[in-house]
């Protein structure tokens, strides 16, 4: 497919990885609606970009109406939704018995809920708006998972669960939707350079750009962003999971 004239929503599109593919699309001639709930970065990044093409969405991706809201505006701005791109999510840090007793279980809920149940509830709602396309290729859905989805280190229960899940919905989503004209495929990033990297410890940066091979660094926003457009345009992509990290393995910690 092509971009250019195309419509995306991004969630986690204020910044990050999301951030990225927003600044890309929007480069490459698609119309963007921004799906986040930080109302401070998204507007900056609108008053940045100086675009007619990009507008923002508050919505809440864990809620059903918050999406269904987002959708209606989507398609009353532009008439059409062609790409999902899926990036909204977080992490936590936690052994399942640490110092301080059990995991929490409040927290593995609201990563799961966040990072899996967010990804599938834009996804469904997505496709079907992109379904009421006429074209025989209607559109494209891209989920962000994580090489924690394969090889999390410890502490990172819900995160690598949250992500392995992602994964896991890959095929299954490709297959479901091959009939409607829609594909989907997942990124899955290695360390790269983001709010949320940027969080964390020097000592356990350190420890995860010893395990990079080449490049030697943290991978960019527009790296994860070229290859989603790469996704986008290549029509025999399909059903696949993409490891994008500079062939590191995660080690335990």
């Known amino acids: 497919?092509?971009?250019?004239?195309?419509?995306?929503?991004?969630?986690?599109?204020?910044?990050?990885?999301?951030?990225?593919a927003v600044e890309f699309l929007v480069k490459n001639g698609a119309k963007v609606a921004i799906l986040d709930i930080n109302d401070d970065k998204a507007k900056a990044l609108i008053d940045h970009m100086d675009t007619q093409?990009?507008?923002?969405?508050?919505?809440?991706?864990?809620?059903?109406?918050?999406?269904?809201?987002s959708l209606q505006a989507i398609k009353d701005q532009y008439g059409k939704l062609n790409f999902v791109i899926n990036c909204a999510g977080t992490g936590y840090g936690a052994r399942i018995l640490g110092k301080q007793g059990p995991h929490p279980?409040?927290?593995?809920q609201f990563i799961i809920n966040l990072n899996l149940v967010g990804t599938f509830n834009v996804m469904r709602l997505g496709?079907?708006?992109?379904?009421?396309?006429?074209?025989?290729?209607?559109?494209?859905?891209?989920?962000?998972?994580?090489?924690?989805?394969?090889?999390?280190?410890?502490?990172?229960?819900?995160?690598?669960?949250?992500k392995a899940g992602v994964i896991g919905l890959t095929l299954t989503?490709?297959?479901?939707l091959a009939r409607h004209g829609i594909r989907v495929c997942t990124i899955a990033p290695g360390i790269f350079n983001t709010p949320l990297m940027q969080l964390a410890r020097d000592e356990n940066k350190e420890?995860?750009?010893e395990t990079t091979q080449f490049p030697h660094r943290f991978g960019e926003p527009e790296e994860f962003a070229k290859l989603a457009g790469h996704i986008i345009e290549n029509?025999?992509?399909?059903?696949?999971?993409i490891r994008l990290?500079?062939?590191?393995r995660m080690q335990p910690k």
Request: net charge negative.
């Open 1 to 20: 497919m092509n971009i250019k004239d195309n419509v995306a929503l991004v969630t986690g599109g204020a910044s990050g990885l999301g951030r990225g």
């Open 53 to 69: 093409n990009l507008i923002y969405l508050n919505t809440n991706v864990m809620e059903e109406e918050s999406v269904k809201n």
């Open 105 to 108: 279980l409040d927290i593995f």
């Open 127 to 162: 496709a079907e708006l992109i379904d009421k396309n006429e074209d025989s290729e209607k559109g494209v859905i891209i989920n962000t998972a994580s090489i924690a989805g394969y090889e999390g280190q410890i502490g990172q229960s819900a995160y690598s669960a949250s």
């Open 173 to 176: 989503a490709a297959r479901d």
């Open 207 to 209: 420890s995860l750009l």
């Open 235 to 241: 029509s025999y992509l399909n059903g696949e999971t």
């Open 245 to 248: 990290d500079s062939a590191m």
